[in-house]
């Protein structure tokens, strides 16, 4: 068990936790990632160490609630704790001094792009960050990629902080007005990552991307999260994360990620429903059962309290 040391809410969107994970905070690097079960019964959810602390023996996740999983990590409170936390996966970004860099940050995605920042900036880089998000209240670390920055650029979509545009339109104009730029990163929502992909294409700058395909043993072993490249199929989990944004095949990532959406959805409802009605029940069972690790799991390991829909099994 993985003990929730800290929660915090960053934003309308964004849920902060700091994770007890003694050896995975030991080895954790930029840009890896963990895969985690929220208890027993829930399924594998690929998330981004946003920072990590050996001497605490801590990790920092930061996710956003769209489906079953994530919302019902989300309702974890300090004290409890997740059921399994596997990593650090993936291959951790490459850190070199490469000059002067851009990196660019779109909703959720400030949190990954957070320690490649610092990472870079350790290396000796000059940073350009460009974080982005649709509106004001979803922003979220601004200080913290601030304090790595030699530059920071907000832009909100409607305008309400910083510039008024997507991230896209600062990078455009970076680029031409700057010839001095070494290299990108992007990470934030696929269709932002391919839009940032195709500005600095023109500019043969090289820009790195952080893909958030489906993933399910994040091994190498199942392929749920292949990604089609110009050299060829590749896995994200052990491949990557991270990829030549320029060589990705984006309509397939694009594709590729809506393939589960009437199940998750399916999952997501039924999870609601059932759990909010059970919830009295457990509540009653938890006070009967004060030492059990397991008390928010239905005693009966049905199916209904963790959101998994019987024919979803
Ligand atoms: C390497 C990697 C790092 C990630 N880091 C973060 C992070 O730091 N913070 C964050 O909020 N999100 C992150 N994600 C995305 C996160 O894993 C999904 O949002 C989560 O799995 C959704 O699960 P759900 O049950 O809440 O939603 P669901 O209802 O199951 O799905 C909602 C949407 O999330 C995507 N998704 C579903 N299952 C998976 C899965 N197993 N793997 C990847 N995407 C999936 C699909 O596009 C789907 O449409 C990351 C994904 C990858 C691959
Ligand atoms: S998640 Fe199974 S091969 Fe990558």
Redesign the pocket.
Known sequence: MYKILDKQVLSKN?KMMVVEAQLVAQKARAGQ?LIVRVDEYG??????I?DSDAAAGSVT???????????HMGRLEIGEALTNVVGPL?VPTEIAPYGKVVVVAGG?GI??IYPIVHSLKEAGNTIIAIIGARTKELLFWEDRIQSCSDQLIICTDDGSYGRKGFVTQALKELLESDKGIARAWAIGPAIMMKMVAETTRPYQLPTVV???????DGTGMCGG?RVELDQGWKF??VDG?EFDGHQVHWESVLER??Y??AE??L??QYWESHSCQLEPLLEETQKHEPQNDHSRQNPHGCAATTGAHPQLQ
């Open positions: 964004a990632f399924e594998r959810i690929p998330l981004t946003a996740l930061i996710f956003q609630e769209v489906g079953k999983s994530t919302k993936g959720i949190a990954p952080s893909l958030n395909t489906i993933m399910i999260c994200a989990c994360p990620l809506k589960y959406q998750e959805h999952s997501t």
